[in-house]
């Protein structure tokens, strides 16, 4: 039996991916190993790789890694074939259209900032909309608020950045939520072992509705 | 030229020299030569043919991966990624009920765009086999045996998966009988995605737990041999996997919840053949039991297909990227 490779995605996913993973039996890296700026950390039977949460599905997808947690968002922006049998009971949000003040609605002559071109394109040629899609790589809502685009596509948790910028809440693309991904050849050859990670994944999530 | 075009290759292609040549050559006369103990005869096949006769048959996936042009006669012709469909047009219009069964090998390179896949290469070898003319579940595991055994003729104790697209098919009918909301059930069954399956009352309890286990990957083929409208064909499952028992050139895993996305000529068994390491898929295949129907001759048939490529590289470099240390 091989040692599983599992992609974490670092930032606000990291600490409730791990703590999730640990209660379905994989041993997680120590709290003195996470504040090493080490990125990857061996148990007996699991390897913990630390990743951009936009490259989890990538090491997913070639095979560098057999499975991992990845938002719904980065999912859909790299097109990912691996199985998603896992939704998380956290990191919650969605992924919307947010126009400036007196923006009004998409349409073709809008320009949409976003960090999801992929999305964002499939989104709007589903409309029927030539609208120019401007890639950006973080503080999206910024665009819209210097006016360098009339609208933005990008996750919202509270909605408080787009209240603070008077912007326009629009459009829910997608609830967004974490998944568990898993790589279809290693799901298919190592298949007793993930399917008893999934029913102890399930097992938690239900313990963890209950007692909510 | 540009300087760059004269040291590089178009995308996905290169040559192989010697010592790569070498091995190939040896793996091939290997499995070639246990082919023919099995009295398998060669065939060989076009490197282009016409997109038309090919059209209802492949998946949308593999078409969208072929190369197209148009030849000189104002064709639209398709450089060969899918010699099992060849085989049945080249040989179900003459087929006799005397000649079968028949069983034939082919080998050759295949152009596919892998566009998805790192550095994938996109003209592959391949050998593969055709057993035409029995449907039997011993036919099923001559198949599933023979491609095991091809694969340790190379050196390789491969992980071999097996299903059957029956069951999917079955469940997925049980659900519910409208069109959209059967692609869209299988669209969540064939990526595991549990929380975008979107099931009627009307399908039952029993149907949409089964459902929802088998996109968790939690149903097991008791769950498919005991549920009524798959019953039939877990039952053959089982019985694959009993007769399996007995070979030890591979590990043979009854997967009965892999379901494909919709499209393809399969039938009945479909198997994949894994690298034990690396988890490459080397070799894939099963049974399409209508496809030589709709070139002519209604028969049965069932093969597969090895890629050598992917079988070299596990030999020459077992520890994939997944097993060297960082």
Same mark, same amino acid.
């Given at each position: ?13 990291q ?91 998409i ?71 974490p998944?568990l ?32 | ?15 192989i ?64 990624s ?52 029995? #449907?039997?579940?011993? &036919? /099923?595991?001559? *198949?599933?045996?023979? @491609?095991?055994?091809?694969? $340790?003729?190379?050196?390789? =104790? ?14 997925i ?17 064939? #990526?595991?995605?549990? &929380? /975008?399956?979107? *099931?009627?009352?009307? @399908?039952?309890?029993?149907? $949409?737990?089964?459902?929802? =286990? ?19 064909v ?11 028992r ?28 894994f ?5 490459v ?9 209508g ?36």
């Open positions: 039996m091989s040692v599983l490779r599992v992609a974490i995605p670092k930032g606000r996913l600490e409730p991916a791990l703590r999730a993973l640990a209660s379905a039996g994989l041993e997680p890296p120590t709290a003195a190993d996470l504040q090493t700026r080490r990125l990857v950390f061996s148990r007996p039977d699991v390897e913990w790789i630390f990743v951009k949460d936009c490259d989890v599905p990538v090491y997913v997808e070639h095979g560098a890694a057999d499975l991992g947690v990845a938002g719904l968002d980065q999912i859909l922006e790299h097109e990912s074939t691996a199985y998603q049998p896992i939704t998380f009971p956290f990191g919650h949000c969605r992924l919307m259209v947010i126009a400036a003040p007196g923006a009004g609605s349409d073709s002559a809008a320009k949409v900032a976003s960090k999801y071109p992929r999305v964002s394109r499939n989104y709007l040629d589903a409309r029927g909309l030539r609208t120019e899609v401007v890639t950006l790589g973080g503080s999206v809502e910024l665009a819209a608020v210097l006016h360098l685009t009339s609208h933005v596509i990008d996750l919202v948790e509270t909605g408080e950045t787009a209240r603070v910028h008077h912007l326009e809440l629009q459009e829910t693309i997608a609830e967004i939520a998944r991904i898993i790589g279809r050849n290693v799901y298919r050859t190592e298949s007793s072992r993930i399917r008893t990670l999934i029913a102890r994944l399930e097992e938690s999530a239900a313990r963890e509705a209950a007692s909510r | 030229m540009t300087e760059s075009r004269q040291r590089t290759y178009p995308l996905g292609v290169r040559p020299l010697a010592d790569e040549a070498a091995r190939r050559r040896s793996i091939e006369s290997r499995i070639v030569e246990e082919l023919e103990k099995h009295s398998f005869r060669e065939i060989i096949l076009p490197i282009i043919d016409f997109v038309e006769p090919y059209e209802e048959v492949l998946a949308r996936d593999v078409q969208r991966r072929s190369y197209r042009f148009t030849d000189r006669e104002g064709d639209l012709v398709s450089v060969r899918d010699f099992t469909p060849m085989i049945a047009r080249a040989i179900a219009p003459s087929l006799r009920p005397e000649d079968l069964p028949m069983r034939l090998f082919y080998r050759g390179d295949v152009i596919r765009a892998e566009a998805t896949r790192l550095g994938a290469t996109r003209e592959l070898f391949q050998i593969g086999a055709e057993l035409i003319g029995l #449907d039997s579940l011993e &036919s /099923d595991v001559e *198949i599933l045996t023979l @491609a095991a055994r091809l694969l $340790a003729t190379a050196g390789v =104790r491969p992980v071999v998966t097996f299903s059957d697209v029956r069951i999917a098919e079955r469940l009918e049980s659900a519910t009988s409208d069109d959209e909301e059967r692609r869209a059930v299988r669209s969540a069954l064939s #990526d595991r995605r549990p &929380s /975008d399956l979107r *099931i009627t009352a009307a @399908a039952g309890s029993a149907t $949409a737990d089964l459902l929802h =286990r088998t996109a968790t990957g939690t149903a097991t083929l008791d769950d498919f041999a005991t549920y009524p409208p798959t019953a039939e877990g039952e053959r499952l089982r019985a694959i996997e009993r007769a399996l007995s070979c030890e050139e591979a590990e043979f895993l009854a997967t009965p919840d892999d379901i494909d996305e919709a499209g393809g000529y399969y039938s009945g068994l479909r198997f994949r053949l690298t034990p390491q690396s988890r898929l080397v070799a894939q295949g099963g049974r399409y039991d496809l030589y129907r709709r070139f002519g001759t209604d028969t049965p048939a069932t093969g597969f297909t090895l890629t050598v490529d992917h079988l070299d590289a596990e030999r020459s470099d077992p520890r994939s990227s997944r097993e060297r240390q960082p």
